[in-house]
Every structure is written in C-alpha cells, then in structure tokens.
C-alpha cells in the first residue's frame, strides 16, 4: 500500500533563517505531488505540484521554492523565512485521482 | 479562475441529526470533485472521490453529490455522531487534472 511521510512534523524559526521540510511516498512510481499551505482563518493555498522529477510548478509567488530531485520526494525550502510563512503545510500525492495528504507540518516564524 | 465556497462555515448539532454540507464552484468544467475530513491539526482524510460523470457516492452514513451544471455539491451525513466533529473540505480539480482547489470548509461539531 501506499504511505506519505512528510517531516518535521513541527519546528519554530527565526525571521531571515532557512527552511526544508521534506516529503516522500512510498508503493507508487511517478506520483503527482503537492505543497498546500493552510493558514490560520484561510483555507488551503497550492503552493507547488510536480508532474515528474524536475518538474516544479508555483502557484503563487512567494519567497518558497520546491524541488523533486527523485521519482517519490519533494522539497519545500525558503532561503530567508518571513513573518507570513507561518502555517500548516501539507504534503500530497495522487495518481490522477484521489488525492492523499501527509499528517502535516507546524511552522511557526519568530 | 476556479473559486470553491463552503457553506456554512460553521454548524453545530445534537447526536443523531441527519445534516448537509454545501459546496459550491465557479467553473462547472471540472475532471472531479473531493471531500475530506480535517481535524484539529491533522492532514485530511479523503472521504469520497466524485468523477464528473458521476452524480454522487455514498460511503456508510456519508452521501455526496454533484451537480455540475449547476456548479454545486452536497455532502450528507446521515444520524451524526460526535466523532463526526471535524472540518469537513471540498475541492474541485479542474479538467487539466493538476491539482485541485479547495474551499475553506465547515467546522462541523456534535454534541452528545
């Protein structure tokens, strides 16, 4: 069967640090993924999805960037965290149907 | 551009009510659409999976339909539960088939 991990599962940073948060699925070749970010009072924002390894589209511009340097991971990164970049971000992966989401990661910008 | 609306954006009920959750969407030319299940600071859970082809699907006490013409879903939870309490998401992916694009949900609870 198929999993998704998707790791810290929590962390707190500084205004102007780095940030990596890493996702990868395991029982399925060549998977659609996702970055979702969910602020608090919002919903759920599309942040990047890959269709293959290099393959990287942005939804909105911000100060993230995403990779998929193998088949089943991908990476979400910021070289300067903002204020504005606290949230719930979610990890995702579909075969081109149902969609099936990480557990998730809690970043809280200080 | 697709915009998905939950409505209400907020429901509480007594055990045992049967109840409905709206969805609606902009853009009616869409590949399917999702309902999930969130709790409080999880991932979601996927519910039920409507192709556009499809009129509704149901799962135990759950029944989502879809009219696309109209641009409108419905989720039903029949005889609800407090394990029921959670936000409950709809999402649309649009005929390119790329990502989907979600509402902002309903907070459902229920009290025993």
């Known amino acids: 069967s198929q999993t998704i991990h998707q790791w810290p599962a929590t962390l707190v940073q500084p205004v102007g640090s780095p940030l990596s948060l890493e996702c990868t699925v395991e029982?399925?070749?060549?998977?659609?993924l996702y970055w979702y970010r969910q602020a608090a009072g919002r919903g759920l924002q599309l942040l990047f999805y890959?269709?293959?390894?290099?393959?990287i589209s942005s939804e909105v511009p911000q100060n993230l960037s995403a990779s998929r340097p193998q088949d089943r991971q991908f990476i979400l990164s910021s070289k300067k965290l903002l204020l504005s970049d606290s949230g719930f971000y979610l990890c995702?992966?579909?075969?081109?149907?149902?969609?099936?989401f990480g557990e998730g990661s809690w970043l809280t910008v200080v | 551009k697709q915009e998905v609306t939950q409505i209400p954006a907020a429901l509480s009920v007594p055990e045992g009510e049967n109840l409905v959750l709206n969805c609606s969407f902009t853009?009616?030319?869409?590949?399917?659409l999702q309902w999930f299940r969130q709790d409080p600071g999880k991932g979601l859970t996927s519910l039920l999976l409507?192709?556009?082809?499809?009129r509704e699907q149901t799962s135990g006490r759950l029944n989502a339909s879809l009219d696309k013409s109209s641009g409108r879903s419905t989720l039903y939870i029949a005889a609800s539960q407090p394990g029921d309490s959670a936000t409950y998401l709809c999402?649309?992916?649009?005929?390119?088939?790329?990502?989907?694009?979600f509402g902002k949900g309903t907070t459902l609870s229920v009290s025993s």
């Open positions: 995702a992966w579909s075969g081109g149907g149902t969609i099936y």
């Open positions: 029982g399925t070749s060549n998977p659609n």
């Open positions: 890959s269709v293959g390894i290099g393959q």
């Open positions: 853009d009616s030319a869409i590949y399917n």
């Open positions: 409507i192709q556009s082809s499809q």
């Open positions: 999402a649309v992916k649009d005929q390119a088939g790329t990502a989907l694009i």
